[in-house]
Structure formats: structure tokens, C-alpha cells
């Protein structure tokens, strides 16, 4: 019994080693265009939305531990694909101003940040102050075409 374990732990560390060696593409590509915003309102979203809605995804050093590595960049993949502020100014009228009513549902939803997100990085939560200039930007800017 004893050997059994031992091999299955001796399985279980090479396993995990060589996982290590799968590559992951941890990108951040040129900015195409950041939205335009308060000083203020910008350092909201860039503590709580960046790192999955922009191309300056701050990657943490967990970042290149497999298999929390293939999870992290398929989240930022799939977060930019949904919404990018670097690409922002990319976006015409009618996509800027579908993204700025998502904003606000998830917002108001309490749906973003996620809540994993912000177990790992608490300065992402969004205090009721950070809610409100949020909600206020995506209710105020009714064209879309951002400040």
C-alpha cells in the first residue's frame, strides 16, 4: 500500500512538472485606441477591469503556474473579446453604446468584477463610490461615443 502511494505521488509531481512546460501566450498587443476618461473613473477601471478588459493585463507571477496559467489567459481572452478599452475607439457608435449598457447591467448585477477576481485581487472590488462613477459615465454618455 505504502508503494502505491508512493508511486502515485512520485506520478502525481511528474505530472505537474511537465505541465509546466505547455506553453501559454501571456500578450498584451498595442493598444488600437484606449477610451477616452476621467482621471478618475480610469483608475477605477484599471484596478477592477484591466487586467481582463485591456491589452495591459498585469500578469502576477501565478500566471505561469499550469494550470492556473491556461485558466488566466483564457479568461483575458475571452474578456477582450467581450469588451476591450484599448480598442475602444475602434468600436462604432452602436457597439460603443451596447458595451456601455452591458457595463451598467453588470454593474448593477454585481456580476463584475467577478467574484473569483476579486478573491485574489481585493483592490479590484468596486466600493459604492466606484459603482456610482461608473454608472454614472455609461448612463450620462447615452451616444456611446465615450468621453
Known amino acids: 500500500m505504502k508503494k502505491r502511494s508512493a508511486r502515485l505521488a512520485i506520478l502525481a509531481l511528474v505530472v505537474v512538472l511537465a505541465v509546466q512546460f505547455v506553453p ?3 500578450i ?3 493598444a488600437e485606441g484606449n477610451v477616452e476618461i476621467s482621471p478618475e473613473l480610469k483608475a477605477v ?3 477592477a477591469c484591466y487586467d481582463c478588459h485591456s491589452n495591459e493585463t498585469v500578469w502576477p507571477w501565478y500566471s505561469r503556474v499550469a494550470p492556473v496559467s491556461w485558466l488566466i ?3 483575458v481572452t475571452k474578456g477582450r473579446a467581450e ?3 484599448s480598442a475602444w475607439s475602434q468600436y462604432n457608435t452602436r457597439r460603443r453604446a451596447r458595451k456601455l449598457k452591458e457595463i451598467r447591467q453588470q454593474i448593477e448585477k454585481g456580476k463584475m468584477p467577478q467574484w473569483y477576481y476579486v478573491a485574489v485581487h481585493s483592490n ?3 466600493s459604492a463610490t466606484d459603482r456610482e462613477l461608473v454608472l454614472q459615465w ?3 454618455d447615452a ?3 465615450g468621453k
Open 73 to 75: 489567459v483564457r479568461d
Open 124 to 126: 479590484a472590488r468596486l
Open 45 to 47: 477601471l484599471r484596478r
Open 143 to 145: 451616444s456611446g461615443l
Open 138 to 140: 455609461v448612463g450620462l
Open 83 to 85: 469588451l476591450n478599452f
Open 28 to 30: 498584451n498587443p498595442p
Open 24 to 26: 501559454v501566450a501571456e
